[in-house]
């Protein structure tokens, strides 16, 4: 900045020092200066714009250089993305066939339960028939009343698991 501010006090003095000598020195002379100048003034222009057309030239190519490192960071991210959507597919499907193991086998454990508790309970009429009946022990009404809640409590959990 301070080197500019010298070069415009250096043009104010020269202008100053010329317009004295304009007024004391014919039209031909004046002209040969101004065409000299001119030239210098280009010269400088001309330098200066070199000048900045290297620094540009630098500035792009560390730009240059930091997009190509961007995109080399951003292409080995996706390949570890694509990897992982891949194990997350796998995993996705092991958890699905799981689920429906889990859910044909439910009926089935739910009978196994209530039939080896003491809440169902076979009974002959006689010692002497053959045919048993199934009968309900006193306490089953307290299997309902604890289940339904229970069941009712997990599937209020599911769905507020689910919304947020």
Known sequence: MDAHLEV?????????????????????????????????????????NDENLTKN????????EALRDIAYHSKRESETLVKLAE???????????????????????????IFSSSLIQAQQANASEINTHFVFARQFWLFIVMTVPLMLLTAGCMIWVEKR
């Open 87 to 113: 194990q997350s597919r796998k995993d996705g499907r092991a958890l699905k066939a799981l689920s429906v193991l889990g859910t044909l086998y439910l009926p089935a454990t739910f009978i196994a339960t």
């Open 57 to 64: 030239g630098v500035a792009l190519h560390k730009d240059i």
């Open 8 to 48: 415009a006090e250096g043009c104010v003095a020269y202008c100053r020092s010329f317009s004295d000598r304009i007024h004391n020195s014919d039209e031909g002379e004046l002209l040969l200066e101004l065409d000299a100048h001119s030239a210098q003034l280009f010269k400088i222009l001309e330098y200066r």
